[in-house]
């Protein structure tokens, strides 16, 4: 879920049927930040699956994952393909997301790479993505806004959505324009070209 009250809606409709525990995977920053899911822990066996950041995840039981090597590796790799101009795309509201942020531009200078852009799509985890991310890819071109030579998206339904808006604009995959997703889901063997994506 991208809504922080929606989530908290959810979470608080499940304590009402007596659940013995929850796992929540990727919950919201603003929930994290206010302290929602600490006093969670008090009232509930509750674990986190989210990216790593101490003091967000403090007071939960939660396991992490290493986002580092695999933002690295994305922007090596499209930059041995010769990609100068790589850009992220991200959704709203992630701790997950933050940090690949984070970790795109740390990465971005570690190879001397300029061209910095973050794009940010609404929906980022429903099929509603997908018609975002067509309408941001209109606009670069109709606006003639230098258009990246590569993406990173934050998730694979988000780089679905690029393979889709950038298929219908007639621009060539990866030779115009490459892309890279996140979380190696089943839905990187239905596109075509199937995606190249981060297994984190």
Same mark, same amino acid.
């Given at each position: 879920?991208?809504?922080?009250?929606?989530?908290?809606?959810?979470?608080?409709?499940?304590?009402?049927?007596? %659940?013995?525990?929850?796992?929540?995977?990727?919950?919201?920053?603003?929930?994290?930040?206010?302290?929602?899911?600490?006093?969670?822990?008090?009232?509930?066996?509750? /674990?986190? %699956?989210?990216?790593?950041?101490?003091? @967000?995840?403090?007071?939960?039981?939660?396991?992490?994952?290493?986002?580092?090597?695999?933002?690295?590796?994305? /922007?090596?790799?499209?930059?041995?393909?010769?990609?100068?101009?790589?850009?992220?795309?991200?959704?709203?509201?992630?701790?997950?997301?933050?940090?690949?942020?984070? @970790?795109?531009?740390?990465?971005?200078?570690?190879?001397?790479?300029?061209?910095?852009?973050?794009?940010?799509?609404?929906?980022?985890?429903?099929?509603?993505?997908?018609?975002?991310?067509?309408? /941001?890819?209109?606009?670069?071109?109709?606006?003639?806004?230098?258009?990246?030579?590569?993406?990173?998206?934050?998730?694979?339904?988000?780089?679905?959505?690029?393979?889709?808006?950038?298929?219908?604009?007639?621009?060539?995959?990866?030779?115009?324009?490459?892309? /890279?997703?996140?979380?190696?889901?089943? @839905?990187?063997?239905?596109?075509?070209?199937?995606?190249?994506?981060?297994?984190?």
């Amino acid at each position: 879920l991208d809504k922080p009250q929606e989530e908290e809606n959810h979470i608080r409709e499940l304590e009402k049927r007596h %659940i013995d525990g929850l796992i929540v995977i990727d919950p919201t920053v603003e929930n994290l930040k206010k302290g929602f899911f600490r006093d969670l822990s008090n009232r509930l066996p509750l /674990i986190l %699956i989210s990216s790593y950041n101490k003091q @967000l995840i403090r007071g939960c039981a939660a396991i992490t994952y290493d986002e580092s090597s695999g933002m690295e590796k994305a /922007i090596k790799k499209l930059k041995g393909m010769g990609k100068k101009k790589i850009a992220l795309l991200r959704g709203r509201g992630s701790q997950s997301y933050d940090i690949r942020e984070q @970790l795109y531009e740390k990465f971005l200078e570690q190879e001397a790479l300029s061209f910095n852009r973050v794009i940010t799509a609404e929906n980022s985890n429903s099929i509603e993505v997908i018609k975002d991310i067509s309408r /941001i890819i209109g606009n670069m071109q109709r606006e003639q806004i230098d258009m990246p030579d590569a993406f990173i998206a934050c998730n694979d339904l988000m780089a679905s959505g690029l393979i889709a808006a950038l298929k219908d604009r007639k621009i060539a995959i990866p030779r115009e324009v490459a892309v /890279i997703g996140y979380d190696n889901t089943p @839905l990187c063997y239905l596109t075509s070209p199937r995606i190249t994506t981060v297994d984190i």
